[in-house]
């Protein structure tokens, strides 16, 4: 039997047993749209999720889209942070804030930071000329990137519960790099859930949950899969050849080395166009200067 994949992404768990769990998929435009809600806590402990929805979008690869394709999947992916937000909040949120997660130092693990660094924030505006923020007529937007362990000293969750402490905002968007089983999700996917997100999980490296029980306001999770686990890769080959059973020698050599990730050759490129997407989105979600 083989072994478990590493992967962050609802549209790759094993739905094998389906109770307690509701599943959708919608086209739009060229666009694929795939829900998972996970019902009970039964359905969270087999499947390894919390219990929320999660929603997968599968856009392609937007990096080489033309202009018409990347707003169509901006217009997307807003449509689906207004819903969550909706859902969440009873309401859209008249104030929120954007954590974005990640090392700015690896492009792999670079969307976050990046995101932030090209959205539109208005709390500012807000708080010094309250009538030229009704003027541009958004949500209070405000952004953090904190960075990770081990270049402050502390803990993600802690300095964004330390901002929502300060900023006081209705919702937290917290953004991520995921990881992927399959190749074909590289980049190509971008997962939205409702049930906050646990910084480096994906690669093995389990921080502090940044959810509505950490930080006390609702947390959307927007995550794109940037690295696959390399065993996931020669487990996957194997399986594809026919090999279910793999030999124990080959297998304890796999996970020796379960702290290697790849990643596609082009993440330079890959991670500014979806960091570009992602403002873009939030922006018409809940800006007034789309």
């Known amino acids: 039997m083989m072994p478990s994949r590493r992967t962050d992404l609802a549209a790759e768990l094993d739905l094998a047993d389906r109770r307690d769990v509701a599943e959708s998929t919608e086209k739009r435009g060229e666009f694929t749209v795939s829900t998972v809600e996970i019902l009970t806590e039964e359905a969270a402990d087999r499947l390894g999720k919390p219990c929320g929805k999660y929603i997968t979008a599968d856009i392609g690869k937007i990096w080489l889209a033309s202009d018409d394709s990347f707003e169509k999947a901006a217009d997307l992916i807003a449509d689906k942070l207004r819903l969550l937000a909706h859902e969440l909040c009873g309401r859209m949120p008249e104030s929120l804030l954007v954590a974005g997660l990640g090392n700015r130092r690896i492009t792999a693990d670079a969307l976050g930071d990046e995101t932030v660094g090209l959205l539109t924030v208005t709390r500012h505006i807000r708080t ?22 081990g270049q402050t000293g502390i803990e993600t969750a802690e300095l964004v519960d330390g901002v929502c402490r300060q900023v006081k905002p209705e919702l937290v968007i917290a953004i991520d790099a995921l990881c992927a089983r399959s190749t074909e999700r590289l980049a190509t996917t971008i997962q939205l859930g409702s049930t906050g997100i646990s910084p480096g999980s994906g690669i093995g490296n389990h921080r502090r949950s940044i959810d509505r029980e950490t930080l006390g306001v609702p947390v959307i999770a927007l995550g794109v899969p940037t690295v696959v686990d390399s065993a996931t890769l020669v487990l996957d080959a194997l399986e594809q050849a026919g090999i279910d059973e793999p030999d124990a020698r080959l ?34 979600a809940f800006g007034g200067l789309a």
Do not use: C, Q
């Open 128 to 149: 010094r000329d309250s009538r030229l923020f009704g003027l541009l007529g958004g949500r209070e937007i405000s952004a953090v990137a904190p960075g990770v362990l």
């Open 251 to 284: 297998m304890a050599v796999l996970r020796s080395r379960r702290g290697y990730f790849v990643t596609p050759k082009e993440t330079d490129t890959i991670v500014r166009e979806l960091s570009r997407l992602t403002a873009r989105a939030i922006t018409l």
